[in-house]
């Protein structure tokens, strides 16, 4: 028996690995006639870097709207980077940019939001990209291989391609 793919979590760092990661999203969705909602997750700023907010911010008013416009830039960069990938797709290619329902963008930890996201919009697979190889993989971990340990939802995590 075959997988039921009907929804698919792209996740993505902005990141040109990430765009390559987006081929094999577009791909299976295409193949198996899913929808596909995008993920960016800003990471919080740190407690010091918080600080040092507050600090340079001064009121309370200007932090929050400096964190607002952060994710707004989020936002805009994704739209603009998607648009740009599509636009640069061949022809038999494009009909994909159907298949995305959703461009989601917050603040919170990566792990953490993949995990809730693809649960709360019942996903069938998570597909992401990953920049580790080698021992820092095995030593530091990553984003992919957190999310993998802590999700029954299978993930396609798409390597560095050979360059």
């Known amino acids: 028996m075959q997988p039921d793919i009907k929804r698919i979590l792209y996740c993505t760092d902005l990141s040109e690995n990430s765009k390559y990661a987006c081929r094999y999203a577009l791909y299976l969705a295409c193949k198996t006639d899913a929808e596909i909602h995008v993920l960016f997750v800003a990471e919080k700023p740190s407690p010091d870097a918080m600080v040092t907010l507050e600090t340079y911010m001064r009121d309370f008013g200007g932090r929050e709207q400096f964190l ?21 797709l061949p022809d038999d290619e494009k009909p994909g940019a159907d298949r995305i329902k ?18 709360r919009l019942k996903c069938d697979l998570i597909v992401m990209g990953t920049h ?8 530091l971990g990553s984003v992919s291989k957190k999310v993998m340990s802590n999700t029954r939802i299978p993930v396609m995590v798409v390597p560095l391609p050979k360059t």
Do not use: W
């Open 68 to 88: 607002k416009k952060r994710l707004d830039q989020a936002k805009e960069m994704l739209s603009n980077q998607m648009k740009q990938y599509f636009s640069s």
């Open 132 to 139: 580790h190889k080698g021992v820092a993989y095995t030593f």
């Open 102 to 119: 959703a461009l989601n963008v917050c603040e919170s930890d990566p792990v953490d939001e993949i995990l809730k996201q693809s649960e």
